[in-house]
């Protein structure tokens, strides 16, 4: 992830608004509001990407995973040929949400008024180009394995011969 | 390695593929002294660059040029351009294959007989039994080094085992084991035993589960009988006047098109190339396709009814743990009516990582339904159902003329539609699976859709009669004497078992046949 640096959170708080979620927009950057993390935006609006990365959340919520996680998931669509299909799909999140009475996505407070909206255009191009990069772009992050136990490769480690292979005692 | 025989060498055997079917003919025809040029369409690969990581393993060895799906199976929505999910390379298949290697049951051989009429079903007898099979099973038993067979020993069984078989028990199952697997149980001379490492889909590290790539190619290789072409494609089997094939035009790793010339051409590209080879090698003496005056070329793919049943408990697991599919339940293989289908299958355990289990537990799914069931990854079991589908001609490889390859030809289509006793079946194991692992406490069950085909099967069927199919019993053709089929599209039935073994011996079978029609000068 392209972290930009130096980032406070003092700094952000002056410099950004807190978006509905823990997300903080800046102007290029979205950032998490305890500052441990932030991620240069280039080319879609920060609030796009904001949206987006909340979207992520709310179409594969894991409460142990942090938002940043599911930043890098969706940080490859800030590319200039993403730009277009990308700012028009989330602008139809948002129309979706407003027509729902909500100001925006990120600002409809409860994850189910969310996926209501998500249900709603389930069957769209963009809903499942994003949910189908997610699979690949959350699942594959090694740095998300701990989280689910898996230990990925075993190889160097000599296999489980020796490392528990068939440890369980409870049956 | 190092033989290389003259392109315009005519009295050569040219083997296309080399996994399983093709791999083990071509090292087998070498060691008898035939020699032999095998076309294989991808690289080499082995133990040494292997990789544990699922999905840069599948970029690594996978077949993935383009390919379209139709029909009514599950597989034509979840993964529309990837109706199978097999390895392009030197082995083939049996590089990631998982290793589980089960004879045929008896009856199995003589599906139309035992099972009567099936609407739809186009149901016919091998024409040759388990008695011709048994000793070419022993053979292939012998060289896969099969656990459980030949006075071998099994695999210890790993923690998804040990839920599995503890489930399986509860149930009342008698035929509980960790399986009869081409993994090596002990230490052999040059191959060390199974270390449980897991990833066997990905290619062993170890070199502890049989692959052809690694332990028959080379065999043959250094009779100085065989030249293994790597990265050659094969495109159209060409044939004279008379009708008799005469060389195999193929596309080097440049897309530069050469000939081969043959004496024998062997197909055995897996059963969505090898019938799309046939039908791409069309001529105005054969317009439907090579072998093909059945119209059976390409008919009655078959891809075993499959599905997979993973369970979560309140305590870990941990199921990637250890070989990937040694554990075996083999008391619904029967033949059992009453259960409302014909034929049987058996429940195996199976593993995923976290980035496969999120693209395959449930696709297409999200929301928390879907991500609470991996929240408790660690805690789940898992288990394949793989039983005998039933063949329909409708059930077909054809050529897709609106998608074509890299080289200008067709694409293969692969129609599938289950038959209704597939579904039964189907949903009959779903319940049992679900069942052994409710009896050791599960806290949920979830019935999975079929993969990605990792078992094709049956578009070039073996037949007594050549209005039938397109192979005789040694998977000579019908219309072409030196033209033979290797793989498992020879397939007349499925049966219930993965089909590993039995191509490896009937492969072992064939290399015999064609080595002694060679030497009375028959072909």
Known sequence: MSYVKSLTRRDLLKTSVAAGSLLVIGGGFVAASNAAWALEVTHLKSSTMATLIQMARDIYPHDNIADEFYAAAVKGYDTAESKGPVEEGIAALNAAATGRGHASYLATGWERDRVDILRSMESSPFFQQIRGGLITGLYNQKAVWPVFGYEGESFSKGGYIDRGFNDIKWV | ?523
């Not at chain 2, 699922?54 to 993964?79: M, N, Y």
Request: aromatic share 10%; net charge neutral.
């Open chain 2, 1 to 523: 390695m190092s033989v290389s025989f003259d392109k315009k060498d005519g009295n050569v055997v040219v083997v296309i593929g080399t996994g399983p079917g093709g791999g083990v003919l071509a090292s087998e025809l070498a060691q008898k002294g035939v020699k032999v040029v095998a076309l294989e369409a991808g690289g080499r690969h082995g133990p040494e660059d292997f990789v544990n990581d699922e999905w840069a393993s599948f970029g690594q060895i996978s077949w993935l040029d383009s390919r379209s799906t139709s029909g009514s199976w599950r597989v034509a929505k979840d993964f529309s351009g990837l109706p199978a999910w097999i390895v392009k390379g030197v082995g083939g298949s049996s590089q990631h294959w998982a290793g589980a290697s089960l004879r045929f049951q008896e009856h199995e051989w003589k599906t139309q007989t035992v099972y009567g009429n099936v609407t739809g079903a186009s149901l016919l007898d091998w024409p040759i039994d388990a008695k011709t099979m048994d000793p070419y099973y022993t053979k292939a038993e012998e060289k896969l080094r099969v656990t459980r067979t030949g006075g071998r020993k099994g695999l210890p069984g790993n923690n998804n085992y040990k839920v599995f078989e503890a489930g399986a028990k509860k149930l009342g199952y008698k035929d509980v084991h960790t399986g009869r697997m081409a993994i090596n149980s002990k230490d052999y001379d040059d191959f060390v035993a199974c270390q449980q490492t897991g990833f066997c889909f990905q290619g062993c590290k170890w070199g502890a589960k049989w692959s052809a790539g690694y332990n028959e190619i080379p065999v043959g290789e250094a009779t100085g009988n065989l030249e293994v072409r790597i990265n050659s494609q094969a495109l159209k089997i060409e044939h004279d006047a008379s009708g008799k094939v005469t060389g195999v035009i193929y596309a080097d790793a440049d897309g530069k098109q050469h000939v081969q010339k043959a004496r024998i051409v062997c197909v055995a590209g897996n059963s969505i190339e090898s019938p799309r080879l046939l039908l791409n090698s069309a001529s105005s003496m054969f317009p439907d396709g090579l072998a093909n005056s059945s119209g059976q070329v390409g008919r009655n793919y078959m891809r075993h009814m499959t599905g997979s049943v993973y369970a979560t408990f309140d305590k870990p697991v941990k199921m990637w743990r250890g070989t990937t599919m040694a554990g075996i339940i083999q008391d619904e293989a029967r033949h059992d009516p009453s259960r409302g289908f014909v034929g049987g299958y058996e429940l195996e355990t199976l593993s995923l990582g976290i980035p496969f289990m999120a693209a395959f537990l449930d696709p297409g799914a999200w929301g928390r339904e879907f991500t609470s069931a991996l929240d408790q990854y660690e805690n789940m079991a898992g288990m394949w159902i793989v039983g005998e589908d039933m063949p329909q001609e409708t059930n077909r490889v054809s050529l897709n003329y609106d998608v074509k390859d890299q080289f200008g030809l067709p694409t293969p289509n692969v129609h599938f539609d289950d038959h209704p006793n597939d579904i039964a079946m189907r949903n009959h194991a779903y319940k049992q699976g679900a069942a052994v692992y409710d009896a050791v406490g599960a806290v949920r069950t979830f019935p999975t859709p079929p993969y990605p085909s990792t078992h094709n099967l049956g578009t070039n069927r073996m037949s007594d009669k050549a209005r039938d199919g397109v192979v005789n019993k040694w998977g000579q053709t019908h219309d072409i004497k030196n033209l033979f089929v290797s793989d498992g599209s020879q397939f007349t039935t499925g049966a219930a078992e993965n089909p590993t073994l039995t191509i490896v011996a009937l492969a072992i079978r064939q290399a015999e046949r064609i080595a002694s029609e060679m030497s009375k000068g028959n072909i």
